[in-house]
């Protein structure tokens, strides 16, 4: 025994994370092909030294009760990084009986999720199996009675995605090592997908430094990386790299569409089409793959095929602002070719809609207006007709017109039956949305001082989240709803409103400064400091989380604290127009001299030249604290004076 320890370097262990550590320092210092009986011989230790180890696990085993039976098997077979991404390993372990009985499944599970907690590096594959075995979708309320919020809010994120990772494509040996390595690699991806490229290079360096792990996915940020650079020799390394990828892993899905969004940028339009095909057959549903292929398509001027490509997509994604930006391009072909006959009356109900939804998409709302005022659809328009009058007139703001349409459109849809068209499929799609639309309009005449029931309007809301099936959809519908309340100063009913938005999706980043506001309006204050913590650990660079606690914090005068925040957003370098007010405020109560006041009133100063646009943070109305703020400093610095 005392011989393979000797040749690992260390004193007789149990401890398994000891030895693969010894292991590893080991096999810098024999090169396989240099000296393959070296390596013979301490890959021999290795693994005799993991049997020694293994001995306390067997004579553990004898002593489990039949549910820690399961956990150390479940722990075995992360253990090893090939078996534990294969999700049939998994599934033959839950279908045994100790996870479906009556008497032990509900304690099996709560351990199993314990289990979790620290075992989590797993494909999509694996979280779909434990969602199905353990019951995590739909439980939030009944697994915050067992967990803590951010471990269950994890839970229901991980089983919902298909993660950022594809663990099939690693290669060689793997070690203890791995969950490290996939912990860089997230780090790696959210700085590239930041822009922060220092940090990211940094990132890479160190794994190309500490580990033998391969996986493409790292080499395919170096490629990201270098194309994000200015110099064009460094842009060129990173499409070389991307090729040479797409031509390894023709069928993967994130390396091809990196590279295919590479060559169009490029303008390199040839073989795109088949690029994304080759992926396509793979993964039929990819949204990238599908979006690449559409752009293709519009590119080579076949502009109906790419505009009927382009409306399914937004079927999935309705506000991707990048294909509407190929929608309406395509569309201003389509109009060319509409308009000559629409102005010589020979078109068709079918192309009469067509040429409307045209204008509608392209923001040209009384061409649409006027050509839907110049016939009266058949029967089978109907529908198609009310619901885009509807939302023109909605966009337009004539509500109480855009209502009379609205309400039309969504009985015709509730008249609607299955008869497996794309069109009817997609009208009965839409029920959840008509509603959402209906409540819109209300909303919009009660804000403008018009009688109604907001009451009417939250249940037409909490209808259209029924009847939708889109999670992001229904997310956004909530989002409206806490607006109106935001509005209207009913902060108790916001806070609920956003409770349910991230009942839905835990990471929808805009309930949490919602939500943060809302705790801070009503006194909630330690729940300011936690959904702060939550929103800027999601997205660290985004002033509003920063802002509203600075704000509680002035209410309570605690400066300190107030730098202490000012200071973390500026090391971040986050800024917005509602923090540089706040920093002035700051400065100005804590002003020893003139020299101080005057600082903070250049801010003011500045922020006013610049005036209020809709690009920033702080609403119109919440401009007017600049104007407020500087009358407070100029009577300061008179004071002082006198």
């Known amino acids: 025994m005392n011989d393979f320890f000797n040749t690992l370097g260390i004193e007789a262990t149990k401890e398994e994370k000891e030895i693969k550590k010894a292991y590893r320092e080991k096999l810098h210092t024999v090169n396989p092909e240099d000296d393959p009986n070296g390596f013979k011989i301490l890959r021999e230790a290795y693994e005799e030294a993991l049997k020694y180890a293994r001995q306390k696990e067997d004579e553990k085993k004898k002593r489990l009760s039949p549910v820690e039976d399961f956990i150390f098997r479940c722990e075995q077979l992360y253990n090893d990084f090939y078996r534990r991404i294969d999700e049939q390993e998994w599934e033959s372990l839950f279908s045994e009986d100790i996870c479906i009985s009556l008497e032990s499944g509900e304690e099996v599970r709560q351990r199993f999720l314990v289990f979790l907690m620290e075992h989590f590096r797993l494909p999509a594959a694996v979280w779909k199996k434990i969602d199905r075995t353990f019951s995590i979708t739909g439980n939030r309320k009944e697994l915050l009675e067992l967990f803590p919020e951010p471990y269950v809010d994890f839970l229901l994120q991980v089983v919902r995605y298909n993660g950022a990772l594809n663990y099939e494509l690693f290669e060689g040996e793997v070690s203890q090592d791995i969950d490290d390595y996939i912990e860089h690699y997230h780090k790696l991806r959210q700085y590239a997908d930041l822009g922060m490229q220092k940090e990211a290079w940094q990132e890479y360096e160190l794994m190309e430094e500490k580990y033998t792990i391969y996986h493409p996915y790292t080499k395919l940020e170096k490629a990201r990386l270098l194309y994000s650079e200015k110099e064009e020799v460094r842009q060129e390394e990173g499409g070389t790299i991307f090729r ?99 102005k010589e009356n020979h078109l068709n109900q079918d192309s009469l809609m067509e040429l409307a939804w045209c204008y509608y998409q392209n923001s040209r709302f009384e061409d649409g207006i006027a050509l839907l005022d110049r016939f009266v659809p058949d029967e089978s328009h109907t529908l198609d007709y009310h619901n885009l009058k509807g939302r023109i007139y909605l966009t337009v703001n004539e509500d109480e017109k855009a209502l009379e349409h609205l309400v039309l459109w969504l009985h015709a849809i509730q008249k609607l039956r299955p008869d497996g068209t794309k069109k009817t499929t ?56 806490a607006d109106i309340w935001r509005r209207k100063k009913e902060y108790a009913k916001m806070f609920d409103i956003c409770d349910k938005m991230l009942a839905i999706d835990p990471q929808y980043y805009p309930a949490y400064l919602l939500r943060q506001e809302a705790c801070l309006y009503l006194g909630r204050y330690q729940e300011v400091v936690n959904d702060y913590q939550r929103a800027t650990t999601l997205y660290p660079y985004h002033a509003k989380p920063y802002c509203t606690l600075i704000r509680m914090y002035l209410i309570f005068g605690e400066l300190d604290s107030v730098k202490d925040i000012l200071d973390v957003a500026e090391k971040r370098e986050v800024n917005s127009d509602e923090l540089e007010l706040l920093r002035a405020r700051y400065i100005a109560i804590r002003a020893k001299n003139r020299e101080d006041l005057e600082k903070a009133y250049a801010i003011l100063e500045r922020l006013e030249k610049k005036g209020w646009s809709l690009q920033s943070e702080m609403d119109e109305e919440e401009w007017t604290e600049i104007s407020y703020r500087k009358t407070q400093i100029l009577k300061m610095l008179q004071e002082e004076i006198q």
């Open 426 to 481: 997609r009208q009965m799609a839409r029920l959840g949305y008509a509603y959402y639309t209906i409540a819109s309009a209300k909303a919009d005449m009660i804000l403008d001082g018009k009688e109604g029931s907001l009451s009417e309007v939250m249940n037409d809301i909490e209808r259209a989240v029924a009847a939708e099936k889109d999670v992001s959809q229904k997310v956004s519908y909530y989002h409206t709803a």
């Open 244 to 342: 040479q990828l797409a031509e390894k892993y023709p069928q993967e899905e994130r390396i091809v569409c990196c590279y295919g969004r590479y060559c169009q940028e490029k303008n390199q339009w040839d073989g795109m089409i088949e690029l994304y095909d080759k992926v396509l057959e793979a993964h039929p549903q990819s949204f990238l793959a599908r979006t690449g292929r559409m752009e293709a398509v519009l590119q080579e001027g076949r502009y109906r095929e790419a505009r009927e490509a382009i409306l399914d997509l937004l079927e999935e994604s309705p506000v991707d602002e990048r294909l509407v930006a190929d929608l309406n391009k395509a569309n201003v072909y389509v109009i060319a070719e509409l308009e000559p006959d629409y």
